[in-house]
């Protein structure tokens, strides 16, 4: 047969056909595997492997199945045969497939012209959105989420939205935009989310974003290189070159400062300058350039000049110039459980930064979410973290709601508060663009509640709504993770039925496939979703149902087929790298990006957090070690950005 060429993902049966070239008859054809049985991705198909008789009318057919789960460059299947011929004698044959696997294909958008957008007020600028594909090939069903009416002030497009039947191999899908800013504009950020489906026919979703601004005519702007954030570790150093320039072909002159330079912050200096310039042009030839050095325990900040200038039809003006700068960059979110310490419940988030080797270091507590004794779910999502803490009204601690705090320039926790209704017993929490998933245990029966999310990314309570336990009937809910079109749940009747649902949701019920997963030897108390190679799978974190706070537990790996669905699970074990008194008190287990951390340990008070491996070959864990050290009471859960 034609050679056979699947992307990642997709599966494809292929039909082999036996027949006599004499117009006799054959008895007793069986496939003859080689040795070491058939190559990655191929399987054999329900309908075995022989054959009792086979005619010159072809009544034998068998069939393979070939599934690629990782790239394969172009090979050769070979599978040999025996039968006997109609006198009785043995005989031998084979039969070639040629194959490969192609890696599946990325949506890739991009802003023509490239680079900020860079507006001058009453004057138009023309942006072309460009969607393509990394490797040329066709992706589909190019949809554009948000709406184009409500994009910020100054931006239009004449489209009313963007959807593409198919896009890639030199049909590239184009969305028009217009920025026609009518006032001063600091830098933003204008940001367009899609979905797609990739060349395996798996529905992807995705962000573009443009930074823009927008510049009085004839004015002149100070613009930093590096853009951006400052960061420089204490004892390291960043150079920054500030330039003048004006917005258009106006022109500026006697460009001077106006801040005094021994009034800057502290861990800045000047290098050198030029300034005062006598005239400002285009190229950046009237500039100065700083040093940024921060010194131990310097809080993030801005630096501000202020500047002075003439314009080209003689007016003074002024302007400012703006830096942010960090000298920490915390890139992990451990949440703390707490205890009593001193006569007080104590509990919240540590924020950790990353050391040379990549492990979580500097960890310090996240100030406004202490005290929160029970912090023990975390989720971020768009520029803000989301805590579940776990609160039990019989045991004198008051249901709590869900705290929703901004993410700083340098990245740590600030104006955290509760949002939305309150949760007695929260056990799970899960946040997409479709909202925040609540998982609760009031009077002791597990529910899911939905709550969309409001502007600046809060809870709305008005929009609450807890699922009917008929969803999940005959079990409760006992973990929950998000997708971006959906979520997927864990349930158990602790009992004899254990299922696993992948859920959408778009009304006010979702609507869910069931994998079951047996008898629950182990019940499942956390998951996380990810992707290895170009397959996605499931991973969950479950101890055992005999003895759940005193046995090893295990993390089982599912796998999810194009549309988000599971496909199938493994046995499950421990993480390779652990001893089984290492995963006893599992906390969380969550996927960041080629990576899973893994909160466990002997006790609740001795948990540690592990960073394992995820093999792009097979989804596979490997080589778990210890992340770092986190100085918690009670380690619980964990986030990174």
Same mark, same amino acid.
């Not at 069986?30 to 009318?57: K, Q, S």
């Not at 009544?59 to 050769?76: I, R």
């Not at 106006?250 to 300034?275: C, E, F, H, Q, Y």
């Not at 029970?374 to 579940?388: F, N, P, Q």
């Given at each position: 047969?034609?050679? +056979?060429?699947?992307?990642?993902?997709?599966?494809?049966?292929?039909?082999?056909?036996?027949?006599?070239?004499?117009?006799?008859?054959?008895?007793?054809?069986?496939?003859?595997?080689? =040795?070491?049985?058939?190559?990655?991705?191929?399987?054999?198909?329900?309908?075995?492997?022989?054959?009792?008789?086979?005619?010159?009318?072809?009544?034998?057919?068998?069939?393979?199945?070939?599934?690629?789960?990782?790239?394969?460059?172009?090979?050769?299947?070979?599978?040999?045969?025996?039968?006997?011929?109609?006198?009785?004698?043995?005989?031998? $044959?084979?039969?070639?497939?040629?194959?490969?696997?192609?890696?599946?294909?990325?949506?890739?958008?991009?802003?023509?012209?490239?680079?900020?957008?860079?507006?001058?007020?009453?004057?138009?600028?023309?942006?072309?959105?460009?969607?393509?594909?990394?490797?040329?090939?066709?992706?589909?069903?190019?949809?554009?989420?948000?709406?184009?009416?409500?994009?910020?002030?100054?931006?239009?497009?004449?489209?009313?939205?963007?959807?593409?039947?198919?896009?890639?191999?030199?049909?590239?899908?184009?969305?028009?935009?217009?920025?026609?800013?009518?006032?001063?504009?600091?830098?933003?950020?204008?940001?367009?989310?899609?979905?797609?489906?990739?060349?395996?026919?798996?529905? #992807?979703?995705?962000?573009?974003?443009?930074?823009?601004?927008?510049?009085?005519?004839?004015?002149?702007?100070?613009?930093?290189?590096?853009?951006?954030?400052?960061?420089?570790?204490?004892?390291?150093?960043?150079?920054?070159?500030?330039?003048?320039?004006?917005?258009?072909?106006?022109?500026?002159?006697?460009?001077?400062?106006?801040?005094?330079?021994?009034?800057?912050?502290?861990?800045?200096?000047?290098?050198?300058?030029?300034?005062?310039?006598?005239?400002?042009?285009?190229?950046?030839?009237?500039?100065?350039?700083?040093?940024?050095?921060?010194? =131990?325990?310097?809080?993030?900040?801005?630096?501000?000049?202020?500047?002075?200038?003439?314009?080209?039809?003689?007016?003074?003006?002024?302007?400012?110039?703006?830096?942010?700068?960090?000298?920490?960059?915390?890139?992990?979110?451990?949440?703390?459980? $707490?205890?009593?310490?001193?006569?007080?419940?104590?509990?919240?988030?540590?924020?950790?930064?990353?050391?040379?080797?990549?492990?979580?270091?500097?960890?310090?507590?996240?100030?406004?979410?202490?005290?929160?004794?029970?912090?023990?779910?975390?989720?971020?999502? =768009?520029?803000?973290?989301?805590?579940?803490?776990?609160?039990?009204?019989? #045991?004198?601690?008051?249901?709590?709601?869900?705290?929703?705090?901004?993410?700083?320039?340098?990245?740590?926790?600030?104006?955290?508060?509760?949002?939305?209704?309150?949760?007695?017993?929260?056990? &799970? +929490?899960?946040?997409?663009?479709?909202?925040?998933?609540?998982?609760?245990?009031?009077?002791?029966?597990?529910?899911?509640?939905?709550?969309?999310?409001?502007?600046?990314?809060? +809870?709305?309570?008005?929009?609450?709504?807890?699922?009917?336990?008929?969803?999940?009937?005959?079990?409760?809910?006992?973990?929950?993770?998000?997708?971006?079109?959906?979520?997927?749940?864990? &349930?158990?009747?602790?009992?004899?039925? !254990?299922? +696993?649902?992948?859920?959408?949701?778009?009304?006010?019920?979702?609507?869910?496939?069931?994998?079951?997963?047996?008898?629950?030897?182990?019940?499942?108390?956390?998951?996380?979703?990810?992707?290895?190679?170009?397959?996605?799978?499931?991973?969950?974190?479950?101890?055992?149902?005999?003895?759940?706070?005193?046995?090893?537990?295990?993390?089982?790996?599912?796998?999810?087929?194009?549309?988000?669905?599971?496909?199938?699970?493994?046995?499950?074990?421990?993480?390779?790298?652990?001893?089984?008194?290492?995963?006893?008190?599992?906390?969380?287990?969550?996927?960041?990006?080629?990576?899973?951390?893994?909160?466990?340990?002997?006790?609740?008070?001795?948990?540690?957090?592990?960073?394992?491996?995820?093999? !792009?070959?097979?989804?596979?864990?490997?080589?778990?070690?210890?992340?770092? =050290?986190?100085?918690?009471?009670?380690?619980?859960?964990?986030?990174?950005?």
């Amino acid at each position: 047969m034609a050679g +056979l060429a699947l992307y990642v993902g997709q599966a494809r049966q292929v039909a082999l056909h036996f027949g006599t070239s004499d117009g006799g008859t054959a008895s007793d054809l069986a496939l003859a595997f080689p =040795e070491g049985g058939l190559p990655a991705g191929w399987t054999v198909a329900g309908n075995g492997i022989r054959c009792e008789r086979v005619d010159a009318g072809g009544a034998c057919e068998l069939a393979l199945n070939y599934a690629p789960a990782a790239v394969a460059a172009p090979s050769v299947l070979t599978v040999p045969f025996t039968f006997r011929n109609n006198r009785g004698e043995g005989g031998a $044959g084979s039969m070639s497939v040629g194959y490969r696997a192609l890696a599946a294909n990325a949506a890739v958008a991009t802003a023509d012209p490239a680079g900020p957008v860079r507006g001058v007020v009453g004057k138009s600028s023309a942006v072309t959105l460009v969607f393509t594909t990394n490797d040329g090939s066709v992706a589909t069903e190019l949809h554009l989420d948000d709406k184009l009416a409500d994009l910020p002030a100054g931006w239009s497009s004449d489209s009313s939205g963007l959807d593409c039947a198919a896009f890639g191999a030199g049909n590239d899908c184009r969305l028009g935009l217009r920025y026609l800013p009518s006032a001063f504009t600091p830098a933003s950020t204008l940001a367009l989310r899609y979905r797609y489906r990739d060349s395996s026919g798996r529905q #992807q979703s995705a962000r573009v974003t443009i930074d823009y601004s927008a510049l009085a005519p004839n004015t002149l702007v100070a613009v930093s290189s590096p853009a951006g954030m400052i960061r420089a570790r204490p004892g390291a150093s960043q150079q920054v070159t500030l330039a003048f320039l004006p917005s258009d072909s106006g022109g500026a002159g006697n460009v001077r400062l106006i801040t005094d330079l021994k009034m800057l912050p502290p861990g800045w200096t000047v290098k050198s300058s030029v300034l005062p310039c006598a005239q400002a042009g285009s190229q950046g030839d009237c500039s100065m350039t700083l040093v940024y050095a921060p010194g =131990e325990n310097q809080p993030a900040g801005r630096l501000e000049l202020d500047y002075a200038y003439t314009d080209a039809v003689g007016r003074k003006l002024a302007g400012k110039a703006d830096i942010a700068y960090a000298s920490h960059d915390f890139r992990a979110y451990v949440t703390d459980f $707490g205890d009593f310490r001193n006569g007080a419940l104590v509990g919240g988030v540590r924020q950790c930064e990353l050391d040379s080797a990549g492990k979580l270091a500097g960890c310090v507590k996240a100030e406004s979410t202490w005290p929160g004794v029970g912090a023990s779910s975390i989720a971020l999502r =768009e520029g803000h973290a989301y805590i579940g803490a776990y609160a039990n009204q019989r #045991q004198g601690r008051p249901a709590r709601a869900v705290t929703v705090c901004d993410i700083a320039d340098d990245n740590a926790l600030t104006g955290c508060a509760d949002s939305g209704p309150v949760f007695d017993q929260l056990i &799970g +929490l899960g946040i997409n663009r479709l909202g925040a998933f609540i998982l609760a245990t009031p009077v002791d029966y597990p529910q899911l509640t939905h709550c969309s999310l409001a502007e600046g990314g809060r +809870l709305d309570p008005a929009s609450c709504n807890t699922f009917s336990i008929a969803v999940f009937a005959p079990v409760a809910p006992t973990a929950i993770t998000t997708s971006e079109t959906g979520f997927y749940v864990v &349930g158990s009747n602790f009992a004899g039925v !254990q299922n +696993l649902y992948s859920c959408r949701f778009d009304k006010e019920e979702p609507d869910c496939k069931v994998f079951p997963l047996g008898y629950p030897k182990y019940i499942v108390q956390r998951m996380s979703s990810g992707q290895a190679g170009d397959r996605r799978y499931l991973y969950l974190a479950a101890a055992p149902l005999a003895d759940p706070g005193k046995a090893a537990g295990t993390v089982v790996k599912c796998m999810l087929d194009a549309e988000g669905a599971v496909a199938g699970c493994d046995q499950g074990g421990i993480p390779p790298g652990l001893s089984p008194g290492d995963f006893i008190r599992i906390g969380d287990i969550s996927v960041d990006g080629a990576a899973i951390d893994l909160v466990a340990g002997p006790g609740d008070d001795s948990r540690k957090i592990y960073r394992c491996a995820i093999d !792009q070959q097979t989804g596979d864990l490997a080589g778990c070690a210890s992340a770092g =050290e986190v100085p918690g009471l009670v380690n619980s859960a964990i986030a990174r950005r």
